[in-house]
């Protein structure tokens, strides 16, 4: 589903997508703002995907962007669509794990929470670690919980006083399909968030 959804979006680039006006508004704030905390939650086809595709659009080209999902077509699909932006990585999470493992220099790559935080460490302390200005994480119920939370900030160029991200999560249905789901962590990071978004609507 993602896979074609995408594909669609692709095929129809040149049109103008049309957003509801507080989705209009959201996407101005997050991005103008010198300092954003976000977390985008809904149920699937509500939209998260297509905000985070529109936040990455509007950061301006001097600004580097990791978009991270745990889906790997997903990942894919979204380095396809910003083939020309040389600011915006995407990449879905094992193979963030693996290059943050060879940064670190640390044997094998398959890291668990505990061992990628060691790792994420090694890797800044070794100044290996590449940083971004904006982290933008889709089906982040699948693979965000406190303690790689607490590794992903790492990664952050703002550090944590002048971070910039957005979490996008369905804590319902999705939330469901590996069992990932760390709810008292999301319900946490909601409540602190500057710019906090539920979407009803498919």
């Known amino acids: 589903i993602a896979h074609f959804s995408l594909i669609e979006l692709e ?7 049309i957003l509801e006006d507080r989705l209009r508004v959201y996407l101005d704030q997050i991005v103008g703002s010198s300092s954003c905390r976000s977390v985008i939650s809904g149920i699937a086809g509500t939209g998260k995907t297509v905000l985070i595709r529109e936040a990455a659009e509007r950061v301006p080209d001097d600004e580097t962007i990791l978009m991270l999902c ?37 044997s094998g790559g ?3 929470d505990e061992s990628l935080q060691y790792a994420v460490m090694e890797a800044d302390a070794k100044e290996r670690l590449e940083k971004y200005d904006w982290l933008l994480f ?3 119920q699948d693979f965000v919980n406190a303690e790689n939370w607490a590794a992903f900030k790492y990664l952050s160029k703002g550090g944590v006083e002048k971070e910039k991200f957005i979490l996008a999560f369905d ?15 999301f319900n946490q990071i909601k409540s602190s968030c500057d710019f906090p978004l539920q979407l009803e609507r498919n």
């Open 11 to 17: 095929e129809s680039k040149n049109e103008l997508i």
């Open 171 to 185: 804590g319902k249905a999705q939330g469901l399909v590996y069992d990932n789901f760390d709810e008292p962590f």
């Open 110 to 112: 398959n890291l668990d």
């Open 138 to 140: 889709d089906e982040a």
């Open 70 to 106: 745990f889906n790997a077509t997903l990942a894919r699909d979204l380095r396809h669509l910003f083939r020309y932006r040389a600011n915006v990585t995407a990449i879905h999470f094992a193979d963030l794990k693996r290059k943050i493992a060879e940064s670190a220099e640390v």
